[in-house]
Structure formats: structure tokens, C-alpha cells
């Protein structure tokens, strides 16, 4: 079992900051995907990466996989107020269709 | 299209009760897979269910139990609640390896 650890915990900035949060592990991930959770929803996909080095683009989001593939990150350029919410980070291995596994997220808190 | 639903929304109860959530598919998805979130921490796996049958359980004891009905649709039933089950409980459905989608959760609160 792969234990996911997220950075920061908590993340509180003021609107138009960047802000950039971190998911490791001591072992090599098949693919890791990124979820958001905003408060009383269920977690939404935003990114899947696969490949190690590789570099997604969602509007003001980057998301990175670490070459070893054991670490990815997240980046937000000019956060905005609906970007609130826990982001977590999710393994993927070939056999774990329906069964993620979740770090423990960090909860990012945008202000006006 | 409708997402993935869950009833009720929300649910209390006293220590040692029993309780069932529901959960209903997106049209199509033969996948449910149920998680039990914490406050403050990611979801935990609890069960996958797919064509009615168990394909994986997580970490949780046998209080814990799931079906699947010939709809796809699932329920999850909790034995002997204890204080420390309180939480949110997410179901998601799937068609494909690499995605899920989640319903809104049930949170449950047992006093």
C-alpha cells in the first residue's frame, strides 16, 4: 500500500496569489490524478498524469509528475475565490479500477 | 444527465444503531465504489462493487456491508455504530479504470 503525503496541510492567500501544493511518496505511482473537493460535493476529476516529467495545463492549474514518478505537483497561477476547496491527490495502479487511494489533501482558502 | 445520487443527504444517529445509504449510478456506469471520509482527511476506500459483485474491500470491519442491485444502484449498511463511523460517506460510479465520478456524500452523525 502507497502512503500519499500532501503539502502543505492548509493554504489560506489572498485572491490573485500563486500558490503550489505538493503530493510525494516513497513509491513509484503507474499514474496519479488530482481531484478537487469544494464543501458538501463529492471530489471532482481534474487531471490525470501518466507519463514521468509530464506537464498538464488547465486554464490558471499546472499540474507536474515528478520524472521518478513518485511526486507530482500542483500549481495555481492568480488564484481566485472559486478556486477554494481540498485538493487531493489520488494513486493509480492497473489493478485499482474503483478502489483510490487518497492522500490527505490540503485545503486552500482563497479571499477576495 | 443525472450524476451520481445519495440519500439521504443527512443522517443521525445514537451509538449502536443501524443504518443503510443509498447510492444511484450514472446511467450506464456498472461500477459503485463507496468511501468513508473523515473530516480532515481524503476519502478511505470501503468497497467496489461491479455486475453485483464484491471486487474489493478496503480496511473496515464486518459491521460494514454493501450489495449491488440489478440497476447498479447500491446500498451500504453500517451495524453497531460507533461515534468514531460519523463522517462522510461517498459513493462513486465508473465506466472506465481511470475515472470516477462522486455523488454529493451522506454525512452521518452518531451521537
Known amino acids: 500500500t502507497q502512503l500519499l503525503e500532501q503539502s502543505p496541510q492548509f493554504l489560506s492567500i489572498q485572491e490573485g496569489e500563486n500558490l503550489t501544493v505538493y503530493c510525494n511518496s516513497s513509491s513509484v505511482f503507474s499514474s496519479l490524478q488530482w481531484y478537487r473537493q469544494e464543501p458538501g460535493e463529492g471530489p471532482v476529476l481534474l487531471v490525470t498524469?501518466?507519463?514521468?516529467?509530464e506537464v498538464k495545463k488547465l486554464k490558471r492549474l499546472t499540474f507536474q509528475f515528478g520524472d521518478a514518478r513518485k511526486d507530482s505537483s500542483l500549481h495555481i497561477t492568480a488564484a481566485q475565490p472559486g478556486d477554494t476547496g481540498l485538493y487531493l491527490c489520488?494513486?493509480?495502479?492497473?489493478?485499482?479500477?474503483?478502489?483510490?487511494?487518497f492522500g490527505a489533501g490540503t485545503q486552500v482558502v482563497v479571499t477576495p | 444527465d443525472a450524476g451520481v445520487t445519495q440519500s439521504p443527504t443527512h443522517l443521525i444517529k445514537t451509538r449502536g444503531q443501524h443504518v443503510t445509504l443509498r447510492c444511484s449510478p450514472i446511467?450506464?456506469?456498472?461500477?459503485v465504489s463507496w468511501y468513508q471520509q473523515v473530516l480532515g482527511q481524503g476519502p478511505q476506500f470501503i468497497f467496489q462493487?461491479?455486475?453485483?459483485?464484491?471486487?474489493g474491500r478496503g480496511n473496515f470491519p464486518d459491521r460494514f456491508s454493501a450489495r449491488q442491485f440489478p440497476n447498479y444502484s447500491s446500498e451500504l449498511n453500517v451495524n453497531a455504530l460507533l461515534l468514531g463511523d460519523s463522517a462522510l460517506y461517498l459513493c462513486?460510479?465508473?465506466?472506465?479504470?481511470?475515472?470516477?465520478?462522486f455523488g454529493p456524500g451522506t454525512r452521518l452523525t452518531v451521537l
Open positions: 489520488v494513486c493509480l495502479q492497473t489493478d485499482s479500477w474503483g478502489k483510490l487511494q
Open positions: 462513486a460510479s465508473s465506466i472506465a479504470w481511470n475515472e470516477q465520478f
Open positions: 498524469v501518466v507519463t514521468g516529467g
Open positions: 446511467s450506464g456506469h456498472k461500477s
Open positions: 462493487y461491479y455486475e453485483k459483485e464484491e471486487r
